[in-house]
């Protein structure tokens, strides 16, 4: 409950950050200071918010700021020396969701609101407002602002990854940030939050081949210290957000002997670096060259050990290097997972049973059999309950063949699962159903009478199926049948335990 109430919290907040983002008027004419008397009212940004991009507005919900703080606590806030820093909670959020779901036009209006996204960056700061000026600027809401602007350019695609390289770029070369008014400094973290949002564009796929060029020969070159490290800190963000799949994609589009010298060295380097995931995916892309083949063979293989049984299927199924399939085979020829290790890859593992792949189909379907002979009863019925159908039937199988191993006292505990499920009004059908399945295979005429004891308390579409199950165990048919209303079940209910005791 806390964590949805944080996350509530934030996405308000957002809300109300986005709107000075968004205003349809920039009022910079005289600097920075003007700017911030502009965003006095958050009534109004919200507004402007709300005519430009509603559909973004609805998504971010409402805003929990509230303007006219009093003047006289902002500038006690901004004039204390010892003014605490600011701790809003900030929760990642992964870019490019809310632009998936925007209009063209709703982009172009993001993409043109990306150089003052930079501006808040570069100057939303404390020293910057002066509160006997703007009293009405919510000074403690600055942190908010930044991360407002931060979000924002992560989700205006290709847009924001321009404006940020060119950034990036001047600094780079030297061409120091313009200050809008005099005494107006740059906020101490502007070039590492401008490489948070950089990574984040290009983990998800914004930047392109050419910024990324530019920036990495913006990089290069004597530089003084700060510069030096700046371009340090971009190297590091471009090759974190790298991915092998399109670094291979992207040699194999080339036609530059050199650029597929570089992406090449590039693919060398990030194979040791990569996620067992990625690397799979790698695997898969056709047309590598036997150099790079043979290092993403080398790395999975030095990897097969730490695969789990989904992993090495997938990689069985995959990838069609030969050393990988030998290799594979004799890694899941050792494998004998409990249920605990593969209750979450079920329906992925189930998923291979009927793959192409001969081998991979039985290995698929031999590692089903074997979580389901191990899996507790309880979890048994919930997978019969999700209702596929050739999945259930290897499940019945194997509750069928540990039926039959099972002594006297197993069984009872068996049945004892199923009656309880019966008794849970928070069950679901389907997993009742089941519970009643569990009970016709059992063969256990002991539950007849608790059977007949829950028949009032049933819900009416259970009606049948345990009237059904009564009839298995006793070879009597007195109900209650398809159709039956409560006068038919209520003399079911009667004849039944007239029958259990005579007969218990």
């Known amino acids: 409950m806390g964590c949805a109430q944080s996350s509530g919290q934030t996405v308000r907040r957002i809300a109300a950050a986005v709107a000075v983002l968004l205003a349809p008027t920039a009022v910079r004419a005289d600097g920075w200071h003007n700017a911030a008397l502009a965003t006095s009212s958050l009534d109004q940004w919200l507004q402007d918010v709300r005519t430009g991009i509603p559909d973004l507005a609805q998504r971010l919900g409402g805003s929990s700021l509230q303007s006219g703080r009093g003047s006289e606590a902002i500038k006690r806030a901004a004039e204390s020396a010892s003014a605490a820093p600011d701790q809003t909670a900030r929760e990642s959020a992964r870019g490019g969701t809310i632009q998936a779901n925007l209009t063209p036009q709703q982009r172009a209006l ?18 910057n407002i002066i509160p006997r000026e703007f009293p009405n600027f919510q000074l403690g809401k600055m942190g908010e602002y930044r991360d407002a602007a931060k979000r924002l350019l992560g989700i205006m695609g290709a847009g924001g990854a321009e404006v940020v390289a060119t950034r990036l770029r001047g600094e780079l070369m030297g061409q ?55 371009a340090a800190k971009v190297e590091q963000a471009l090759d974190a957000g790298a991915n092998l799949t ?9 036609e530059d002997a050199n650029r597929k010298h570089q992406i090449e060295n590039r693919i060398h380097q990030r194979i040791g670096e990569a996620a067992d995931d990625e690397l799979l995916a790698a695997a898969q892309v056709p047309g590598a060259v036997p150099k790079i083949r043979q290092h993403l063979a080398n790395e999975i293989s030095q990897r097969l050990a730490k695969f789990d049984v989904l992993q090495l299927l997938q990689a069985m199924n995959e990838i069609a290097d030969a050393e990988i399939q030998h290799a594979v085979d004799q890694e899941l020829a050792q494998r004998d997972p409990t249920y605990a290790q593969v209750k979450d890859r079920i329906p992925a593992i189930w998923k291979l049973a009927a793959a192409q792949n001969e081998r991979v189909a039985q290995y698929a379907r031999w590692h089903i059999a074997n979580a389901f002979q191990r899996a507790p009863i309880s979890h048994c019925l919930y997978w019969l309950a999700q209702g596929q159908q050739d999945l259930n039937q290897m499940i019945w199988q194997q509750v069928d063949a540990r039926i039959q191993r099972a002594d006297a006292e197993r069984q009872a505990a068996y049945a004892e699962t199923a009656l309880a499920a019966l008794r849970d009004k928070a069950a679901v059908t389907s997993s009742q159903l089941a519970a009643i399945e569990l009970l016709v295979h059992l063969k256990r005429q002991q539950v007849v009478g608790e059977i007949v004891d829950l028949l009032p308390l049933a819900p009416r579409e259970l009606w049948p199926s345990l009237g059904g199950l009564l009839r298995s165990l006793t070879g009597q048919e007195y109900g209650p049948r398809p159709g039956d209303g409560l006068a038919e079940v209520t003399v079911a209910i009667r004849q039944w335990r007239e029958w259990w005791e005579r007969n218990k």
Not at 110 to 127: P, S, T, Y
Not at 176 to 197: C, F, I, K
């Open 176 to 230: 120091s940030l313009p200050l809008p008014d005099r005494g107006v400094h740059v906020h101490a973290n502007y070039y590492s939050d401008m490489v948070e949002v950089l990574q984040q564009l290009v983990k998800q796929g914004e930047v392109s081949e050419e910024i990324e060029d530019s920036l990495r020969q913006a990089a290069t070159g004597r530089k003084d210290a700060p510069r030096a490290a700046l």
């Open 110 to 127: 993001l993409g043109r609101k990306a150089n003052d996204c930079m501006d808040v960056l570069a100057f939303m700061d404390q020293g």
């Open 246 to 254: 399109r670094l291979l994609e992207r040699w194999a589009g080339s």
